[in-house]
């Protein structure tokens, strides 16, 4: 059993800052990639960032420049540093893991979420 916990949300103002973070606990040896998604109210979740275990990243050409996200290996965690924010990125933010399960194999877990509200 693999679980996900996200901390860190909240509200915000607008050009403020918040850092999530991401617990992996459970059955497994190590993790692959690490992220986070969002999903605004009536929109669809899109990937926002990823950081591979030797610590290769990417971001969402909407995030660039303005989030960080880094990782700790020793303690399963993975982190989202959120500057300038916009009223835009208020969405909820899921963390996501990618653990292998077999020989060539993985399996994909997220997180419950963790809700970040810019507003004025």
């Known amino acids: 059993q693999v679980q996900l916990v996200e901390s860190g949300g909240g509200l915000v103002q607008p050009g403020g800052s918040l850092r999530l973070s991401c617990v992996v606990s459970?059955?497994?040896?190590?993790?692959?990639?690490m992220g986070w998604g969002r999903q605004a109210p009536g929109k669809q979740r899109e990937l926002v960032a990823t950081i591979t275990r030797d610590g290769r990243t990417t971001s969402a050409d909407s995030v660039k420049a303005r989030f960080t996200i880094s990782r700790d290996n020793a303690k399963n965690t993975v982190y989202l540093q959120m500057n300038s924010l916009k009223p835009e990125d208020t969405a909820v933010y899921y963390c996501?893991?990618?653990?292998?399960?077999?020989?060539?194999?993985?399996?994909?877990?997220w997180g419950k979420g963790t809700l970040v509200t810019v507003s004025s």
């Open positions: 459970g059955s497994l040896f190590s993790i692959n990639t």
């Open positions: 996501y893991a990618r653990i292998p399960d077999r020989p060539g194999g993985y399996m994909d877990y």
